[in-house]
C-alpha cells in the first residue's frame, strides 16, 4: 500500500508540475499573440490548482501511514500472543514434568516390599535345611 500510495503521489506531482507549467506557458503567451489570457498573471487558478493536487497528495500520504499503522499494531498484537501462548505452554510442559515425578515417587511406593517366601530359593541352604530337618 505504502509503495502503491508513493508512486501515486510521485506520478500525480510530476502531472500537476507538467500542467502547471503548461498552464502558466499558454497564459504567459497568450498576451503577445493577441489572445486574452485565461487566468491573468497572479495565476490564482493555478495556485487553487496546486493547493488542491497537495492537498491530495496529503490525503494519500496520512491513509498510508494510519494503514501502515494498522498493520504495525496487528503484528504487535500477534507478537504479544505469540508470547503469551509460548509462556503457558512451557507452564503447562513444567506442570507435566512435576506430575510425571509425582507418579514416578507415587509408583515406587506403591510397590510392595519383596517378601522373603516370593524370592527364588538359594540351593545351598536348601540342601543344608534338607540334611538337618531339626534345625531351625
Known amino acids: 500500500m ?3 500510495t508513493a508512486l501515486l503521489a510521485i506520478r500525480d ?8 507549467a503548461v498552464w502558466m506557458t499558454l497564459n504567459l503567451l497568450a498576451g503577445p499573440f493577441g489572445y486574452r489570457a485565461l487566468d491573468p498573471p497572479p495565476l490564482s487558478l493555478v495556485g487553487s490548482a496546486v493547493s488542491l493536487a497537495s492537498l491530495y ?3 494519500l500520504i496520512l ?6 499503522d494498522q498493520l504495525t499494531q496487528r503484528v504487535r498484537t500477534h507478537l504479544e500472543l505469540a508470547i503469551l501462548s509460548e509462556q503457558k505452554t512451557a507452564k503447562i510442559i513444567q506442570l507435566l514434568e512435576e506430575s510425571r515425578g509425582i507418579i514416578r515417587r507415587c509408583t515406587i511406593a506403591m510397590i ?5 517366601w516370593l524370592q527364588p530359593a ?3 541352604s ?3 535345611a534338607s540334611e538337618n530337618p531339626c534345625e531351625g
Open 2 to 4: 505504502a509503495r502503491t
Open 13 to 20: 506531482s510530476l502531472a500537476v508540475g507538467d500542467v502547471v
Open 57 to 59: 497528495i496529503v490525503v
Open 63 to 68: 491513509a498510508t501511514q494510519r494503514r501502515e
Open 112 to 116: 510392595p516390599k519383596p517378601k522373603p
Open 122 to 124: 538359594d540351593p545351598g
Open 126 to 128: 536348601v540342601l543344608v
